[in-house]
């Protein structure tokens, strides 16, 4: 069965900290994987991947795509408290059905 | 560009009831996919529709049912109301459907959150 694994679950950091997010997938014909960051509403889309080692950055995030290793990681620097969200990994089976991991909570404090 | 749209934002039902919600999407775009979100279980798959078809479907009983008109808007409805059912119902467009060699983003309307007493 596919499934999308995120860790840590939560994770706690002070202002200015850099953190990173990983994600790991077992996807039926993987073809694509995105990142979604979810505070007290809809998920807001971040990133798509498709190719491996290639890596797309928006100001203080970026992230990476390992198709070897079958995971990416979503990096945050210089953290601010607006960046406490929920961090969701989702992958694309070549069905086309999107499968999602069970997010990260992050909380950054002042 | 007005973004995904759902409608209502909130919803208190009992138990056997039936419920619909509605998803409009972003102009343009074509796919509408239903999810479930809980707390236990995260964001669950219900299904897709593109062109008014049915492309994709999660693990959810026959209760849970959907349709797409020719405008893109679509539909969800659940039947015979389960308390498990409570929830927050996310709706999310893209503006062809995703599978082969194409994958397309998906942008996520505000959600229904739907409660049953």
């Known amino acids: 069965e596919d499934k999308v694994v995120q860790s840590p679950l939560s994770l706690v950091v002070h202002e200015g900290d850099t953190v990173t997010l990983n994600c790991s997938y077992e996807?039926?014909?993987?073809?694509?994987l995105l990142w979604y960051k979810q505070e007290k509403k809809a998920p807001t889309f971040l990133f798509m991947l498709t190719s491996s080692g290639i890596e797309k950055k928006s100001g203080r995030l970026s992230s990476i795509l390992d198709k070897k290793e079958l995971s990416s990681i979503l990096n945050i620097t210089a953290t601010q408290t607006g960046d406490s969200a929920i961090y969701l990994c989702?992958?694309?089976?070549?069905?086309?059905?999107?499968?999602f991991g069970q997010g990260t909570e992050l909380s950054v404090k002042p | 560009k007005a973004g995904v749209t759902q409608t209502p934002r909130y919803l208190i039902k009992t138990r056997g009831q039936q419920v619909t919600l509605s998803c409009s999407p972003i102009s343009g775009h074509r796919s509408v996919s239903w999810y479930q979100q809980t707390p236990g279980q995260g964001l669950q798959f219900l299904f897709e529709?593109?062109?008014?078809?049915?492309?994709n479907k999660g693990n959810f009983p026959g209760r849970f049912s959907g349709r797409q008109f020719s405008n893109s808007r679509s539909e969800m409805n659940v039947s015979t109301l389960e308390l498990g059912d409570s929830a927050l119902y996310l709706c999310?467009?893209?503006?062809?459907?995703?599978?082969?060699?194409?994958?397309?983003?998906?942008?996520f309307g505000p959600g229904t959150r739907l409660t049953v007493t």
């Open positions: 529709y593109f062109s008014e078809t049915q492309r």
């Open positions: 996807v039926t014909n993987f073809r694509s």
């Open positions: 999310a467009s893209s503006l062809l459907t995703s599978g082969g060699l194409s994958s397309y983003e998906q942008y």
């Open positions: 989702a992958a694309y089976n070549q069905g086309g059905k999107l499968i």
